[in-house]
Each structure stands twice: as structure tokens, then as C-alpha cells.
């Protein structure tokens, strides 16, 4: 019995065994199963994953799978992305409560979707520093992935009172990562149970699947975004651009190609690019065989991404929809795809820089067509070496060289060995734009090895973009075998000397005088035999300004007009003008030479006339009703009216400096005959009277006009000045005031008649008068006067030296008026010493005369009555800008001025002159008399 009992204990025993294998052994085929569901749903995810969608579609898809596969309490995916100084909706924000920086402001993971119990991807904690909290752990490189089933004691989560509020168990968290093996993102989930060996193998195969889904994303915004970055330079490019399929059929037109062409692009999608191409040939060159052409190129294009020569860059006439042709460059060629090759097509309008250079072509026809008509030589060379590039008919007559030989030459196979660093000296100097002579004498050596004498003008140039020397020969072989006949006859005819009025001298190789004649003898005070012998240059008040002046004829041949003051003996000085040229002795020897010197006195006086008078013409051109402009023989406008702006709609800016041919916009197309014939004229010198136009304004509107234009001399350069006036409303009166307005014009002719012949009668009346002065108190006043019509005599001189003539360097106009003033008053020059500082400003017309007698009147009162009885002492003078304000300040060392005298009150007209001008101005003139004497003048621009 006991040993049946331990049978049946030993049975049992072995029953219940049998039962728990059972047990477990369900367990596992339950659990099997769910593993194979869970594979199975997982398979389907990944399917669906592979069907279209955007990035954040396919992630949400992930993880909806991983809260119903895994049955997960919430599921999120993270994506590396930049951060910043973030606040708001960043994990470290609200945990250390404030602003902050991130670990690595690079790598900040961003919160993409999420899916469970927490669906919003907004919330506070949106985004996670990287390598901080167990999301940024797990996507540095502490470790690739995280998992625990205890979120309630691990360290690695914060927040353990939440974990416990929701229940939650377990946490699992996998590293993304990219090809390279760094990280992307990372896939994470909250779970209230456990996490299993199968579940997480399931997880991290689920992980991998969803790296490559970010990767395949990203790759594909990235290609999205630039395609759209592509289309959006298509879309704004001002190139017309079209693309065309392996077909051949248009995929793409851009807007700038339905501007060009005028075909709209749903017009012309889908057809093939060829024939919408011979769509546009006009029709004088649309051929059957031009047709086949394009196909066949494009064609081979697509099917070869070979390009023909036909395809590979050419301009061609097109016709558009409405009429109108236009000129355009083509390229086409291919782009490579995945499936071979398609075509693309640039196009360009070409249509106004085709009009360009039409017009330059036809400047340039009219520039050779001069040339070659010119009665003197032409050359232009460039170059290190000043290779010849041009050369018309004339320069080929002179040097007996065909013009093709001359083009081969340089400039000194033209010279003479002894002239040969001479002129390689000018040609270098004018180039690189140095002050040479324009014009002067030397010999060319013609093909036959003969010297030929000639007169070189020369100026600077731009041949092709580069700096270059043009140069006009005149043959004067006629002219020095004159001179040598002259010579031969008569060096020097001593009667003629004497009896002229004018200063004349003869100096020889070392400047010493060899012969004068009275007129010398009486402006320097000396006798003939004190002056010869002597040095030419010790009568004059610059002595070596004189010398060299001389020197110069001795290097050149001659000076024409060389300014110089002639200083007698007395103190008293005459300024003159020197014309001066070498003599030679029948070998041809110079012997010395010979010069001339013409008074200019009364010239001197009747300058600031002159040139009052040319401010007031100025005026009258300005703000004259018709429009004038003033234009170069090239075409170039050089000035133009107000009147111009108002009649045109255009402002000056928008003509000065302009060419003629830019301003095609204002002549209708059927007046371009007409406008044609008159340029040709106006382009050989000749004037045009009263020819009438259409015009079309800036604002569309068409008026008519009636032209003129006259050839006018300025500063011996030839200017064409023109005058233009709206007579639209006179036209259609014309025949009712036709008579009257033809006695108008008349009256009016002759009114200027007069007024130019009243000025000439005034000018010659006061170089009359100036010979009777024989008082000396009123030759001291003739001499204030003269230095005051001298000061605004450099004026204008300054102002047509000018480019925009309303404004002078003030600066250099004191320096050179307070060194003519010095010259004028004082005889000893190591009395006095001049000490200038001033400022090169830009002084206005309207502020300049009235500154320029100020400074005047008391440079002269310094140099008259600071340093009596010899003294000696120094003239300072000062003129500066300060901030808006200009400061002028003339001081002496010398006796100072009268404490007992108000210079505002003074009977003295210089002071009286000064302190009106001030007034004028809108000044303030202070007088400090503590370190002898110190006016200072404070002033700003006048504004008209």
C-alpha cells in the first residue's frame, strides 16, 4: 500500500508537470502567433509605406503601426534638424525655466509626429536639445538605442510622477540613422507593458525601415525644392527658355519666351518643337528644307544629345503673331535623364543691340567717310609700340606708302633718327594722357628715303577699346621752302623792326639779348645798349617763366601767345602776349630767336566786359523760351537748354553727353529720311534752316517742330548750335499770322544785329579811353580797376575751363589772383611772403564773382599798406569748408589796421566794396586787429 501510494504521488507529480509544459507550450504557439501577426501587419506597413505620400504622411503611418501593432501608449518620431536660441516649445526651456543655448545648436531634434494618447506635434516640449534627456541621448552616441520596463525608477526619465499618472511600463527608443552611419532622428514609444526580446528585434527592424523612409523623404524635398528653385529662375529669367521631351514635343515655354516670340504657352505645349520654330521664320526664308533642317537637328539632339551646328548657337529673324519681327539668338541643347536625353532652348532678344550697332556701323561710315575727304594726313596708332591701325588717303599721299603699308608701320618707321626719342616721348605722353604739345613741326621720312617737312597735330583717342594717338600731317614743304627763300632774301629786315609798335627782341642760344628795337627800350626803360647783352629773362616779373618760355622755342620751333608781364624799370609792368620762333642760317643752323610781344593792356581791360557779357548770354541761353543745344561733330550733345526738358519731356542729364543716334525714341519711323539728310549735313558742317519735324515726347504725345542750326566757333573747336520750337500751335494758325510772324522774325533778327554790334562799339570804345589816362592818382586808379577786372577775368577763365561752367575751383582760383595780385604791388619779392592755404572747393558763379573782389580788395590793401617803408612781413590766407559753412580769412603781419578807423564806414571804395559784396553774399565779416591785421569772412552757397 505505501508503496502504491508513492506511485500515485509520483504520478501526480508528474501530471502536474506534463500540465505546466502544456501550459507553457501554449503560451508560446499564443505568443508565436502574435509575432507572426505583428510581422504580418508589419509587412503590410511597410507595403503601404512605398505608395506616394509626403514625408510626415508616411511617418504618421509609422506611428498609428507602432500604437496598434505594439499596442503602444503613445508612439513619436524625432528628425535631427538646426536650432537656435529657442524658448517656447523646447524640453531644456521648461525645465530650467528660460532663454538657453543647446548643446549643439546643429543638431536639435525636432518633433515630427506622433500618434496615441499624445497626437499634437506643438506642444511644450517639441523640441529636445541633442545629446540632453533620453531622446537626445539616444540620438548621440552614448548608445544606439534605449529600453527599459521600469519608466517609473529609471534615471533616464525625468519625469517619474507622470509615468506612474498614465500607468506607463516601459519605454523603447532606436537611433535613425543615414548611409554614413550618422544619425537622423529617433523613433521612440510609451508602452504599459512590458517590451519583450521579439518585440524589440520587431522595433529595431521597424526603426531601420524608417530611416530609409526619412532619407528617401528628405532626398525628395530636397529635389523638390529644387525644382521649384529651377522653375523659379525659369520663371523670372528675362532669357526665354523651353524644354522639349525625346520626341520632341514642348514640355516648357516660360514667360519670357511668350514675350519674345508672342506664342502663348498652352499654345504651344505638346507640339513639336520644330515646327513651332519654323512657325516663326519669316517668310521670305520659310523653306521645305529649312523644315527638315530643324527637325533633324533636334532630333539628333534628343535621341544622340549630340549638337548640330545648326543647333549650336545661332541668330535668326522671327515673325510674331501681331506682325512684328525680331531679331534673336537660339541655343539649343541637350540635358540628360534617367531615360536618355531631352532638349532645351535658349533664347535671347537681340533685336535693340542689333539697332546699336547698326547705328555704330553707320558712325563709323561717316567718320571714314571724312577721313577720307580730309585734306591732311590721318593716322591713328596703338600699342606699346603705336602700330599704325588707320590711315586715309592723304597720309598716303604725303609719305608716297599705300595705306595697306602704312597699317603695317609703326610710328617710328616714319621718323627721322634724330626726332625718333622725341616723338616716341610724345606718343607715350599722350596716350597715358601727360600734358605734350598738340601741335608741332618735324619731318616724316617717305618711302623713297626723302624727308618730308610737316606740321603734327595730335590728340588721344580710343581705337577698339584702347588708348590711342591720332594724329593730322599737313604737308608744309610749300611753307619752309618759303621760309627759306625768306631767309635767303632777308634773315632780318632792321627797318621793320623800328617802326613797329610792338616789343621786339632777338635772343640768342644762351639767352642773352643780341638785338631790340624802341618799342622794347621804352616799356622796359632801358637803352638798347643796356639790354644787349643781358639775360631776356631779368625784365620780367617771372624770370623763369620767361626763360622758359624761350627754352621752349628753342626745343619746339616756336610759342604762340606765351603770357608774360614785362616790368620797367619804374616798377611799372605791362602785360603781354609772346609770339617767338627760331631763325636759321642758310645751312639751316638755328641762329636764335626771334619774338614779338603785343600790349595787352587795354585787352586785359575789356576782358571782364567780355566776359560779363558771355555770363549774360549764358543766362539768356538758359533760360531762353526755345530750346538750344550745342552738339559736336561726333554728335555728342555738349549743352542743351531748360527749354530742351520742357519741350522733350527728357531732362538735360538725359541728352548731355549723349550721342545723337540714342535718341532714336524721338523721331517717328517715317520722319527717319528726313531726320537722315539733315544729320548728313549737320555731320559735313553745314547749317540747316528752319527744317520742320515731329517729334515724340517722353509722354507719347507727337509735336511738331521747326529746327536751325548754325556752325559756331568756341574756343576754336567747331560745335553745331542748334535751336529748336514747338510750333504745333503755330502751324495751325500759320496762315492767318504768317506775315505778321515773318516782321517779327525779322525785327528780331535785327535787334540781335544790333545788340552784337553795340557790344563791339563799347568793347573798342574802352580800349579807346584807356590811352588818354596820363594822371598818375588815375593811373592808380586805372591800376585798382585793372585788378579787379582781372580777378573776374580768371573767373571766367576758370569757368570755361570748367566742365559744367556754374562752378570754379575756388581754391586754385585765390592761388593763381593772389599771385598776380603779389606780381602787380609788390617790386621786392623777399619782402613779403605769400603763405596760402586753401581747400579745392566748388564754388557757384553767383557766390564766385562777388568772393572773387573780396579777395581782391584785400589781398591788394595788404600788399599796399600792411608793410610801408620797406618792411618785411607775411601774408596769410586761409579758405576752408567747415561742416555747411565756408570760412575765408586774409591776415598780414604787417602795421596793422587804424583802431581809430570803422572799416564799415570807411570812404575807402575798396573796404566799401567789401563789405557790400559780403552783404551780397548773405556773409558776416569780422575784422581782428590783435595780430596786425585779420578779416575773416563766414558765408554758405547761395541757393537760387
Not at 500604437?67 to 501608449?73: H, K, N
Not at 519741350?647 to 519711323?669: A, M
Not at 592818382?777 to 573767373?795: D, N, P, T, V
Request: hydrophobic share 35%; charged share 30%.
Amino acid at each position: 500500500m505505501k508503496t502504491e501510494g508513492k506511485s500515485k504521488e509520483k504520478l501526480l507529480e508528474e501530471l502536474k508537470k506534463l500540465n505546466q509544459r502544456i501550459s507553457e507550450l501554449e503560451k508560446c504557439e499564443i505568443e508565436q502567433s502574435q509575432v507572426d501577426e505583428r510581422i504580418s501587419r508589419l509587412s503590410y506597413l511597410k507595403e503601404q509605406l512605398i505608395a506616394t505620400g509626403s514625408l510626415s504622411e508616411k511617418l504618421k503611418f509609422i506611428t498609428d503601426g507602432l500604437v496598434d501593432i505594439f499596442d503602444a501608449d503613445f508612439a513619436r518620431i524625432w528628425m535631427i534638424k538646426e536650432g537656435d536660441l529657442c524658448e517656447e516649445g523646447c524640453i531644456h526651456a521648461k525645465i530650467t525655466e528660460g532663454p538657453h543655448e543647446c548643446i549643439d545648436r546643429t543638431h536639435c531634434l525636432h518633433l515630427m509626429v506622433s500618434s496615441g494618447r499624445y497626437t499634437h506635434i506643438d506642444g511644450d516640449c517639441r523640441r529636445v536639445p541633442y545629446g540632453c534627456y533620453k531622446i537626445g541621448r539616444v540620438a548621440s552616441s552614448e548608445y544606439p538605442k534605449f529600453i527599459t520596463n521600469d519608466v517609473t525608477h529609471n534615471s533616464q526619465v525625468h519625469d517619474h510622477e507622470w509615468a506612474r499618472n498614465l500607468r506607463l511600463v516601459s519605454f523603447a527608443g532606436f537611433r535613425l540613422l543615414s548611409p554614413e552611419g550618422n544619425p537622423i532622428g529617433v523613433m521612440a514609444l510609451f508602452s504599459q507593458h512590458t517590451i519583450g526580446l521579439e518585440e524589440e528585434r520587431l522595433l529595431e527592424d521597424l526603426a531601420n525601415t524608417t530611416s530609409h523612409v526619412i532619407r528617401a523623404g528628405v532626398s525628395e524635398e530636397k529635389l523638390i525644392a529644387s525644382e521649384e528653385k529651377f522653375r523659379n529662375i525659369i520663371e523670372q529669367s528675362y532669357d526665354g527658355f523651353a524644354l522639349f521631351d525625346e520626341k520632341g514635343r514642348i514640355t516648357e515655354w516660360n514667360p519670357a519666351q511668350e514675350n519674345i516670340t508672342g506664342l502663348k504657352r498652352e499654345d504651344v505645349i505638346g507640339r513639336f518643337m520644330w515646327d513651332v520654330t519654323f512657325q516663326l521664320v519669316t517668310e521670305e526664308h520659310k523653306t521645305p528644307k529649312l523644315h527638315e533642317i530643324m527637325k533633324k537637328g533636334m532630333n539628333e539632339l534628343c535621341q544622340t544629345g549630340k549638337i548640330s551646328s545648326q543647333n549650336m548657337g545661332h541668330e535668326m529673324e522671327i515673325k510674331r503673331h501681331d506682325g512684328t519681327c525680331r531679331i534673336v539668338e537660339i541655343v539649343d541643347f541637350p540635358i540628360r535623364t534617367d531615360k536618355g536625353f531631352i532638349g532645351s532652348s535658349i533664347t535671347r532678344d537681340v533685336t535693340e543691340r542689333k539697332q546699336v550697332e547698326l547705328a555704330l556701323s553707320e558712325s563709323e561710315k561717316n567718320f571714314r567717310a571724312i577721313a577720307e575727304n580730309a585734306s591732311e594726313g590721318i593716322l591713328i596708332a596703338t600699342g606699346d609700340k603705336g602700330i599704325h591701325v588707320y590711315a586715309n588717303q592723304m597720309a598716303a599721299e604725303i609719305t608716297g606708302y599705300t595705306k595697306e603699308e602704312l597699317i603695317k608701320k609703326s610710328i617710328t618707321d616714319l621718323a627721322p633718327p634724330d626726332e625718333l626719342n622725341k616723338l616716341i616721348e610724345i606718343y607715350k605722353s599722350r596716350i597715358t594722357e601727360k600734358t605734350v604739345p598738340s601741335t608741332h613741326e618735324t619731318y616724316v621720312v617717305s618711302k623713297n628715303n626723302e624727308l618730308v617737312p610737316v606740321e603734327i597735330t595730335g590728340a588721344k583717342t580710343v581705337w577698339k577699346g584702347q588708348p590711342a594717338d591720332l594724329v593730322l600731317i599737313h604737308d608744309i614743304t610749300q611753307r619752309k621752302i618759303a621760309e627759306k627763300n625768306l631767309e635767303q632774301s632777308n634773315i632780318y629786315n632792321r627797318d621793320l623792326i623800328e617802326v613797329s609798335l610792338d616789343p621786339l627782341v632777338t635772343i640768342g642760344p644762351e639767352g642773352k639779348i643780341n638785338d631790340v628795337n624802341v618799342a622794347t627800350e621804352k616799356v622796359t626803360g632801358h637803352s638798347r645798349e643796356e639790354l644787349i647783352g643781358s639775360d631776356f629773362s631779368d625784365y620780367f616779373t617771372e624770370p623763369d617763366k620767361a626763360r622758359e618760355g624761350y627754352e621752349q622755342v628753342f626745343k619746339e620751333g616756336f610759342v604762340r601767345d606765351y603770357p608774360l608781364e614785362i616790368q620797367h624799370k619804374t616798377g611799372h609792368i605791362t602785360p603781354v602776349l609772346y609770339n617767338a620762333s627760331v631763325y636759321r642760317d642758310e645751312s639751316g643752323e638755328v641762329m636764335g630767336v626771334f619774338a614779338a610781344a603785343r600790349d595787352i593792356t587795354k585787352l586785359k581791360e575789356a576782358e571782364y566786359e567780355l566776359k560779363s557779357s558771355e555770363e549774360r548770354l549764358k543766362i539768356l541761353f538758359d533760360y531762353a523760351p526755345d530750346a538750344y543745344f550745342l552738339v559736336d561733330f561726333k554728335g555728342n550733345v555738349v549743352d542743351c537748354n531748360l527749354a530742351v526738358e520742357k519741350l522733350t519731356g527728357y531732362t538735360r542729364d538725359e541728352f548731355i553727353g549723349k550721342n545723337s543716334i540714342q535718341f532714336t525714341q524721338l523721331i517717328p519711323q517715317k520722319q527717319m529720311p528726313k531726320v537722315a539728310t539733315n544729320l548728313a549735313k549737320m555731320a559735313l558742317g553745314r547749317s540747316i534752316i528752319a527744317p520742320e519735324f515731329v517729334i515724340i515726347k517722353k509722354d507719347g504725345k507727337q509735336i511738331e517742330l521747326e529746327i536751325t542750326t548754325h556752325v559756331v566757333k568756341i574756343k576754336d573747336k567747331r560745335f553745331l548750335l542748334g535751336a529748336a520750337r514747338d510750333v504745333t500751335e503755330r502751324k495751325q494758325m500759320e496762315e492767318q499770322i504768317s506775315p505778321s510772324l515773318e516782321e517779327k522774325e525779322m525785327l528780331l533778327r535785327e535787334i540781335h544785329h544790333r545788340v552784337k554790334n553795340n557790344l563791339m562799339v563799347i568793347s573798342s570804345l574802352l580800349n579807346l579811353q584807356s590811352q588818354y589816362i596820363k594822371d598818375e592818382e588815375a593811373l592808380g586808379i586805372f591800376k585798382e580797376s585793372q585788378s579787379r577786372a582781372r580777378s573776374m577775368a580768371i573767373i571766367h577763365e576758370r569757368l570755361y575751363q570748367s566742365t559744367d561752367l556754374k562752378s570754379i575751383d575756388f581754391g586754385d582760383y585765390i592761388q593763381t589772383l593772389a599771385m598776380e595780385l603779389f606780381r602787380t604791388y609788390q617790386g621786392d619779392p623777399g619782402l613779403i611772403k605769400m603763405n596760402i592755404n586753401v581747400e579745392n572747393l566748388e564754388i557757384d558763379i553767383n557766390t564766385t564773382v562777388p568772393l572773387g573782389l573780396i579777395v581782391n580788395e584785400l589781398v591788394s590793401n595788404c600788399l599796399k599798406h600792411a608793410f610801408p617803408d620797406g618792411i618785411k612781413g607775411d601774408i596769410n590766407i586761409d579758405f576752408h569748408k567747415i561742416n555747411d559753412e565756408y570760412v575765408l580769412k586774409v591776415c598780414d603781419t604787417g602795421v596793422g589796421f587804424p583802431e581809430d578807423l570803422d572799416f564799415k564806414s570807411t570812404e575807402s571804395l575798396g573796404m566799401q566794396l567789401v563789405t557790400n559784396l559780403t552783404c551780397q553774399i548773405d556773409g558776416e565779416i569780422e575784422l581782428d586787429r590783435s595780430h596786425g591785421t585779420e578779416f575773416t569772412i563766414k558765408f554758405k552757397e547761395l541757393e537760387l
